[in-house]
């Protein structure tokens, strides 16, 4: 097949996708192309907000429409890294057997993330990173696609341990839920309160995925696009001379590199999806606020006056 038919099959295939998952959830259709985007770009995605606006529901409907394997960690202060990569045990022939744990998915759940001690946290960013996991020297590799989707409660500090700066830049996109609007929330009422329950149909499988990955790679992309997406993500470092004024002022420690290889594979998704051949600006524009909005950290000065991480960084465009 060649690569224009192999992009007409996505379009549909997204159309489709999204009209699956919408038989489940409700509204938040930024946040359900954010999650696909970051999957057909391969990379990983942490879903920030408060309890009750159906994060979880939403990482296993969308699982069920792309018929992976799906795994589900909830995240405690006394889950141990063995529990989530797996051990060791003698079995009866007096030999070490590796018992897989439930980072050996396509599609993990990472639920509430910040509940675990850092040791722990520290095991997923391996598998995140290098897509393997080391146990007692022997590497393990993982099965492709892999996707790590993580919740995060922003309101809950007690008990809770802050994801470090190393770990978060390992998420393409950190995606905000807010809540539904008036509308949205008596459609969510009526779906929850009726005997009808909306069941997704399988529309992907695990090759058909990674195909796609590597189509939306091979995807054209004009020199002027990478010095935007490069000199976009210079300007968010204060110490640099392309910083703009109110970076100086307001934030302390800007994007890496990784930022501007993020944007530039977001910008291709964005645009495949939408039927076109080659991103531009307003496509790397449309994904920059939720992947950059993890790699800046702002100052005190910028708390103190109510600074919006998501204006400060529209204000680059």
């Not at 897989?100 to 850092?118: V, Y």
């Not at 529309?203 to 796609?212: A, I, N, Q, R, Y």
Request: with cysteine; net charge negative; glycine share 6%.
């Amino acid at each position: 097949m060649s690569d224009v038919a192999q992009m007409n099959e996505l379009v549909q295939k997204y159309k489709a996708l999204k009209q699956e998952i919408e038989k489940v959830i409700v509204g938040q259709e930024k946040v359900v192309d954010q999650i696909i985007c970051a999957l057909f770009s391969g990379g990983h995605a942490l879903l920030v907000g408060v309890p009750g606006l159906a994060k979880t529901l939403m990482v296993q409907t969308v699982a069920q429409t792309l018929g992976l394997k799906f795994s589900r960690i909830q995240f405690t202060p006394d889950l141990m890294p063995s529990d989530i990569i797996g051990s060791e045990i003698l079995d009866v022939n007096k030999t070490f057997k590796f018992i897989k744990g439930p980072l050996f998915g396509n599609i993990i759940l990472a639920d509430e993330i910040n509940r675990t001690p850092p040791k722990t946290q520290a095991a997923l960013l391996e598998a995140m990173q290098e897509c393997a996991v080391t146990v007692a020297g022997q590497r393990y590799d993982l099965d492709r696609p892999y996707f790590v989707l993580a919740t995060q409660n922003p309101i809950e500090q007690e008990g809770t341990y802050p994801l470090p700066e190393a770990q978060l830049d390992r998420f393409m996109f950190a995606i905000e839920l807010d809540y539904p609007s008036f509308e949205e929330e008596v459609a969510i009422v009526k779906a929850t309160t009726s005997d009808k329950i909306g069941v997704p149909s399988s529309l992907l499988d695990g090759p058909t995925l990674v195909g796609f990955q590597q189509l939306i790679r091979r995807m054209p992309v004009a020199d002027n696009l990478v010095n935007y997406a490069v000199e976009l993500v210079s300007k968010t470092r204060p110490g640099n001379a392309k910083a703009t004024a109110s970076v100086k002022e307001f934030i302390d420690w800007g994007a890496g590199p990784r930022a501007s290889q993020n944007l530039i594979l977001a910008a291709k998704t964005h645009a495949a999806l939408r039927g076109k051949y080659s991103p531009d600006i307003e496509d790397l524009q449309e994904v920059a606020v939720p992947i950059l909005r993890h790699r800046l950290l702002k100052n005190y000065k910028a708390e103190a006056e109510g600074r919006k991480i998501e204006d400060l960084i529209r204000g680059l465009f």
